[in-house]
């Protein structure tokens, strides 16, 4: 079974860039639609971005769209999303998953997540 850990959160001011990772381990990576999910304090965990086993066609949510980029490197086995323009609201913890890419619901365990906080 595929284990992820993610990485890359930290402090960011409004309009900042970060890139967050999501490294893993056993399973067969490449054949895995991923995506990632966020959190916000006192909100439910919400859909952010997938993408399926072969890289194409993206997928996004809306408050996110034209900002966020999600992107595979199957040779490392790692996921990852490039976040522009960062708004206060995107403040939350980060998961990445498993995910069903047809109805973007998350499968198997929940990691530890990365941080994101987004200052005004």
């Known amino acids: 079974q595929v284990q992820l850990v993610e990485s890359g959160g930290g402090l960011a001011q409004a309009g900042a860039s970060l890139r967050l990772s999501c490294a893993a381990s056993?399973?067969?990576?490449?054949?895995?639609?991923l995506g990632w999910f966020r959190q916000a304090p006192g909100k439910e965990r919400e859909f952010v971005a997938a993408v399926s086993w072969t890289g194409g066609s993206p997928s996004y949510a809306d408050s996110v769209k034209g900002r966020f980029t999600i992107s595979r490197d199957n040779a490392k086995n790692t996921v990852y999303l490039q976040m522009n323009s960062l708004k206060p609201e995107d403040t939350a913890v980060y998961y990445c998953t498993r995910i069903n890419y047809g109805n973007r619901a998350p499968i198997g365990s929940w990691g530890q997540g990365t941080q994101v906080t987004v200052s005004s």
């Open positions: 056993g399973g067969t990576f490449s054949i895995y639609s």
